[in-house]
T-cell receptor
Framework: GAVVSQHPSRVICKSGTSVKIECRSL??????MFWYRQFPKQSLMLMAT?????????EQGVEKDKFLINHASLTLSTLTVTSAHPEDSSFYIC?????????????FGPGTRLTVL | GQSLEQPSEVTAVEGAIVQINCTYQ??????LSWYQQHDGGAPTFLSY????GLEETGRFSSFLSRSDSYGYLLLQELQMKDSASYFC??????????????FGTGTRLLVSP
């Protein structure tokens, strides 16, 4: 149980285009999901907290107009990288915790590798 | 702000024991977690300490000293498959009640034959 999926696993796009990444909890519901970005050989940096039915909470320094987050249901959150540029190339990972879980463990998706040309 | 420091890299041989340290400075503290991540993969949960002391889960153990703002992950009977990056993380409850993880700098473990 507690499986999180992401789609796509890899995406290559041209500079200036927008890319949408989906994060789904397959066998549980989550009111909160988290989006991280990870550059090669670096740690996971939290970008934002995605809240079902309300606005996302962004970490300091993360542009909310560039990284649009929509948490439309208890099993789906989407991250849209708008007007992507090469510096946005990174590994994007989401995580979630089942409703009522004691939050000792977060379940991570397999990640999406974004390459902007 | 918050910071969690870890050694960048640790090397060991198969069958050995290795300890990965984590020192943290956080505004709030609700427990220390450890995650393993293989290259290109998702982080997977290893262990969690809310209170001082040692937690053992098979070959992996984790220790916490809240007074020292310090913890470590102990890996015993190392196997080649243990070669991965290991991250400590603290839970940080925001005022809104949501909990988020703040990750450490990460330690790359290389296990050799």
């Amino acid at each position: 149980g507690a499986v999180v999926s992401q789609h796509p696993s890899r995406v290559i796009c041209k500079s200036g285009t927008s890319v949408k990444i989906e994060c789904r909890s397959l066998d549980f519901q989550a009111t909160t999901m988290f989006w991280y970005r990870q550059f090669p050989k670096q740690s996971l940096m939290l970008m934002a907290t995605s809240n079902e039915g309300s606005k996302a909470t962004y970490e300091q320094g993360v542009e909310k107009d560039k990284f649009l987050i929509n948490h439309a249901s208890l099993t789906l959150s989407t991250l849209t990288v708008t007007s992507a540029h090469p510096e946005d190339s990174s590994f994007y990972i989401c995580s979630a915790t089942p409703l009522g879980w004691d939050h000792n463990e977060q379940f991570f998706g397999p990640g999406t590798r974004l390459t902007v040309l | 702000g918050q910071s969690l420091e870890q050694p960048s890299e640790v090397t060991a041989v198969e069958g050995a024991i290795v300890q990965i340290n984590c020192t943290y400075q956080t505004s709030g503290f609700y427990g220390l977690s450890w995650y393993q991540q293989h290259d290109g993969g998702a982080p997977t949960f290893l262990s969690y300490n809310a209170l001082d002391g040692l937690e053992e889960t098979g070959r992996f153990s984790s220790f916490l000293s809240r007074s020292d703002s310090y913890g470590y992950l102990l890996l015993q009977e190392l196997q080649m498959k243990d070669s991965a990056s290991y991250f400590c993380a603290v839970r940080d409850r925001e005022n809104t009640g949501f909990q988020k993880l703040v990750f450490g700098t990460g330690t790359r473990l290389l296990v050799s034959p």
